[in-house]
């Protein structure tokens, strides 16, 4: 979320010495000092010792996580093979389907806010495959690996210690907060500060359980996209002849170059930028949304 593009851009690995971070244990448990340092910032935070107790007391590193740091690939797709991956016609008629199925809660959230039901259903789907992938690793434990092996390690670090927030709110229970390596979580992979601003409770049952509850995965994706400042009645944007000038408080977006095809775009565009800051993204989530509804 927020500022979910290629999550490692810019980051940067200390080398494991006597300057870097204090090397994990050889059975994988990261150093008391360490951990002790987690524990007083999350008690800081309002995380009680209880969820403290539990979620600290066998953490111990992944080495998984830090070889899918190491090694992101760099981001060369084409947009017209991006394009056939994330809005492929087995996603559209997925989509079609899930839509017709989970109208009426949808429109629930979406109809209040403004927000036509098709492009909650086209974040839903290519966040997630309709939440079908929800990512396998222990949001606790990779989010520490990144903090210890100081990847990103402030941005990392105030993940883990909102991680352990969601916790200790009660939303989920430690081993099934399950993500990425980089920490996005449930059907919308919300990053943890994302779920703290965002996350909406939709049944009412006081729990925002983004990873198996559609309700509140429905509610969560409209209210992010409303608090941000959707627009109720305008379009993403639309397709345009390659010569089109940039009007109407938009601009322009040529995915492919100059001799590709253009979208004039809108301010909800740029509403769909602030979920992930990458053109291919927020096109992707129109033109799915689009086939979706046709």
Known sequence: MITRRLLCAGATLAPLTASGPALAQGDGRFPVAWLQGIRQEALRAGVDKGTLDAALADIREVPKVMEQARNQPEFKMTWERYQGLVVSDERIKRGRALLAENRAAIERFAGPAGLPPQVAVALWGIESNYGTRLGDFEVVEALATLVHNN????????????????????????????????????????????????????????????????????????????????????????????????????????????????????????????????????????????????
């Open 151 to 294: 990847f990103r390690a402030k941005f990392f670090r105030e993940q883990l210690i909102a991680s352990l927030k969601i916790l200790s709110q009660g939303h989920i229970g430690l081993h099934a907060m399950k993500g990425s390596w980089a920490g996005a979580m449930g059907q919308c992979q919300f990053i943890p500060t994302s779920f703290l601003a965002y996350a909406a409770d939709g049944d009412g049952d006081g729990r925002k359980d983004i990873w198996t509850n559609k309700l509140d995965v429905f509610a969560s994706i409209v209210n992010y996209l409303r608090r941000v400042g959707w627009r109720p009645g305008l379009r993403w944007g639309d397709e345009v002849s390659p010569g089109t000038q940039a009007g109407g408080g938009g601009r322009i977006v040529r995915p492919a170059g100059a001799g590709g095809p253009a979208y004039q775009t809108t301010e909800n565009f740029k509403v769909i930028l602030r979920w992930n800051q990458s053109d291919f993204f927020a096109l992707a989530v129109g033109l799915l949304s689009d086939r979706i509804a046709a």
